[in-house]
């Protein structure tokens, strides 16, 4: 069975300040990894995919296989970069997204 | 232009009652999903269907029914609600040979 985990609950970072948000996950297989973002009460957005290789926001993700990581990085936090982060990864072949249990990012001012 | 609307955004209702939340894709996809957000903000999917068939039962109780009338629209309807089934639920879509699952709004149901 796939999993993911994101060990931090709640990460708290100070505006300009260099973001990491953990992620790791348990897949014999290939995985297909993203990030996706929920602000305050409102839809789950996505924000990046591993194969896509792109930056959004700023934000960047790079698929360690041997670590089985995919950490979301910043160089430079924002404010409104506050939000809830989830992992979630799709197994080969499949269609269902697991997710991870989720962290709450807050920029402090 | 909204991709994935579902109705109602907030529904407060007593335990005991049966409630419906509706969902609705103009994206064109293939595939639907019902996903839960507890208290604590895991999210966890309860269903999927492909072309109005039914492909994934995550284990929910057969109180909780979906249906697909056609392949634009996922219901899900709850019958006898319990304290438990206050959550976000999130309806969700996908093309069928592509990952990316577009999320709605969720709806708020909070049973008191």
């Known amino acids: 069975a796939q999993r993911v985990t994101q060990p931090e609950k709640l990460l708290s970072v100070f505006k300009g300040a260099p973001v990491e948000l953990k992620c790791n996950y348990s897949?014999?297989?290939?995985?297909?990894l993203f990030w996706y973002v929920q602000y305050s009460r409102q839809r789950l957005q996505l924000l990046l995919r591993?194969?896509s290789r792109e930056s959004i926001k700023g934000f960047t993700a790079d698929l360690n296989k041997g670590e089985t990581s995919f950490h979301l990085k910043k160089p430079f936090a924002q404010e409104e970069d506050s939000a809830m982060y989830y992992c979630?990864?799709?197994?080969?072949?499949?269609?269902?997204?697991?997710f991870g249990q989720g962290t709450r990012l807050t920029i402090n001012p | 232009d909204t991709a994935v609307s579902q109705t109602p955004k907030y529904l407060v209702t007593q335990m005991g009652n049966d409630k419906s939340i509706k969902c609705e894709q103009n994206?064109?996809?293939?595939?639907m999903y019902w996903y839960k957000q507890d208290s604590k903000k895991f999210l966890k999917i309860m269903f999927s269907?492909?072309?109005?068939?039914?492909?994934i039962n995550e284990t929910v109780p057969n109180r909780f029914s979906p249906k697909s009338p056609d392949k634009a629209h996922l219901n899900l309807h709850i019958n006898s609600l319990e304290l438990g089934d206050s959550a976000v639920y999130f309806c969700?879509?996908?093309?069928?040979?592509?990952?990316?699952?577009?999320f709605g709004e969720g709806s708020w149901l909070t049973v008191v």
């Open positions: 969700a879509s996908s093309r069928q040979e592509r990952n990316t699952i577009y």
């Open positions: 897949y014999s297989g290939s995985p297909e």
């Open positions: 591993h194969i």
């Open positions: 979630a990864l799709i197994a080969q072949g499949a269609q269902k997204l697991v």
């Open positions: 994206l064109g996809h293939d595939t």
């Open positions: 269907y492909n072309n109005k068939e039914l492909i």
